[in-house]
Nanobody, 125 residues
Framework: QLQVVESGGGLVQPGGSLTLSCASS????????IGWFRQAPGKEREGVSC????????HYADSVKGRFAISRDNVKNMVYLQMNSLKPEDTAVYYC??????????????????WGQGTQVTVSS
């Protein structure tokens, strides 16, 4: 059974926006650091953005800085990734992950223990 579930992916034109959501029915996301990762065909998985447990530390990959925003809604037990000014190179499967470790300056995949199955984001005209 999946611990976290992503939703909100889809097809969008270049310059458009999407909001991805991460939810869990198994545990409280506010008690975990959350990372968003993506993997495009033939490429390595990339840490897109991550937020620590208290929400005091946030990191963005250089490729998305200024365009993406990660946020928490602890009441709804959700974490969001708002994606604006999308580019074709943002096309990938996006994964949400939960964990309890934080590495300053990067989103390390091995900091996260619970992964969703991913949601496809396609940016194309």
């Amino acid at each position: 059974q999946l611990q976290v579930v992503e939703s909100g992916g889809g097809l969008v034109q270049p310059g458009g926006s999407l909001t991805l959501s991460c939810a869990s029915s198994r545990f409280t996301l506010a008690n975990h650091g959350i990372g968003w990762f993506r993997q495009a065909p033939g490429k390595e998985r990339e840490g897109v953005s991550c937020i620590d447990t208290r929400g005091h530390n946030i990191h963005y990959a250089d490729s998305v800085k200024g365009r993406f925003a990660i946020s928490r809604d602890n009441v709804k037990n959700m974490v969001y990734l708002q994606m604006n000014s999308l580019k074709p190179e943002d096309t990938a499967v996006y994964y949400c992950a939960a964990g309890n470790w934080w590495t300053p300056g990067t989103c390390r995949s091995d900091n996260y223990d619970y992964w969703g199955q991913g949601t496809q984001v396609t940016v194309s005209s």
